[in-house]
């Protein structure tokens, strides 16, 4: 199975109608995915599309990359793996007091 980066969509797609833009033209889809925001649920204008067995991932990139849908020029190619994002989102732990430096528990003005 080969999974396919498509971008340049327009916001009004979702998975379904990704799907069956693929399937209309005759492949095989084992799944196809609008990605969007997680605070608004508004498509972020791209998505992922996996082709199943018998899928030509080329022939797919070269029929669908530049195709107009919607009034805009999709962008196609072989999705590459998702980097690493890091560990954790890092920020002070320290539960907002800041600033305590020790000391005798005196404050001076």
């Not at 033209?25 to 925001?37: E, F």
């Not at 992922?48 to 899928?55: A, I, K, R, W, Y």
């Not at 999709?74 to 890091?86: F, I, K, W």
């Amino acid at each position: 199975m080969t999974k396919l980066y498509v971008g340049n969509l327009s916001f009004g797609m979702n998975d379904e109608s990704l799907q069956q833009l693929f399937v209309d033209k005759g492949y095989p889809v084992s799944s196809a995915r609008v990605i969007t925001d997680r605070e608004t649920g508004r498509s972020r204008g791209f998505g992922f599309v996996e082709l199943g067995d018998g899928g030509d991932a080329t022939k797919a990139i070269g029929e669908f990359n530049g195709l107009d849908v919607d009034g805009r020029q999709l962008q196609v190619n072989e999705a590459r793996p998702q980097e690493s994002r890091g560990g954790g989102g890092g920020g002070d732990r320290s539960g907002g007091r800041g600033g305590y430096s020790g000391g005798n528990g005196r404050r001076s003005y």
